[in-house]
DNA sequence: AGCAATCGGAACGAATCAGTCCGATTGGAA
DNA sequence: TTCCAATCGGACTGATTCGTTCCGATTGCT
């Protein structure tokens, strides 16, 4: 339950990105300068963030990268999936796939589902927008969750 | 993005060793059989478990293990930590280390804290019993989560 | 006291990930 | 119009982590 590298430093240039906002195209190399992100890998992720349609790439001298849409419909889910692929705890959560042995008689395979989508809707609640705001509330969720991971003692 | 296979594993066994309950107690050679989860993995895991606090074993012959407290008050975020560790997202949630190159500068990182404790509370509101329960809805979740996982359809 | 069955830890192999490099493409300047 | 320079895009290599398997230590029953 750890995020990639990758994704982390994902985040990390986004949010920098999102500083130059709209008005001026970035090229990597001010992204990696300015993040401490080793160049070679901001240029990666600055390539799969643009596959993804994240961030939009002029080629050619004085070319950039910009974001593709305002930052506060970007979400974190968006940038983890653009680099780490879609997001699924287990593979048994895609119906394509049938790779586990039990498939029908797993009892829990059913709340997978669930489960996957609750941790994905945490990560879809956090937009870039969010990561600009007030460090102690990122709050646009709901308040229902404080509870849950504030003790996080979860009794019957 | 994705569980361990491991912590996956853990998760069908400990639901497996809740459907035998307090009754009697099950050796890791029955678990694997009714799981399917090859022997060798399956003694790693209860050793993870018992050490974790969630299973209590006894050795020598006729022994096995037993889950330790009653399935609801056994999280998924329980299962999870027991077996990979602690859930952080990102390495700089842990004050304590200190590895991340720009500590202070960074923008994100004040933000990291209520993302990772977002994504455990998802983990922590479903409880083994809840994976017993209909499948349809496991849920003290909002609603709101819905649309993100409506698509992928369980079958019960 | 002996035996059998169990848990616990250590070593090996495989897969994935992070990082680096080079080629293809594009825009501007002469 | 031609050349050049800077950029994105994909492919390769090394390292770390994960998954699996095996063997030894411990414990309860006979």
Redesign the pocket.
């Known amino acids: 339950m750890r995020l990639?590298?990758?994704?982390d430093?994902a985040v990390v240039m986004m949010s920098a990105a999102a500083r130059h906002c709209g008005r001026a195209k970035v090229?990597?190399?001010t992204l990696a300068a300015e993040t401490g992100i080793?160049l070679?890998?901001a240029?990666?992720l600055?390539?799969r963030l643009?596959?993804a349609g994240l961030l939009e790439?002029?080629?050619?001298?004085?070319?950039?990268?910009r974001l593709a849409r305002p930052p506060a419909s970007i979400s974190l889910a968006d940038i983890v999936e653009a680099v780490?692929g879609p997001i699924q705890m287990t593979t048994c959560v895609d119906n394509e796939r049938h790779e586990c042995a039990l498939e029908g008689a797993c009892q829990v395979r059913p709340h997978m589902g669930v489960v996957n989508g609750a941790v994905r809707g945490a990560l879809a609640a956090v937009s870039l927008a969010d990561l600009s705001r007030a460090p102690a509330k990122a709050g646009a969720q709901s308040p229902d969750w404080t509870p849950a991971f504030a003790g996080e003692q979860v009794s019957a």
């Open positions: 990639s590298s990758l994704a430093y090229n990597a190399t080793p070679p890998t240029q990666k600055v390539s643009s596959t790439s002029s080629r050619g001298t004085g070319g950039g990268v780490e």
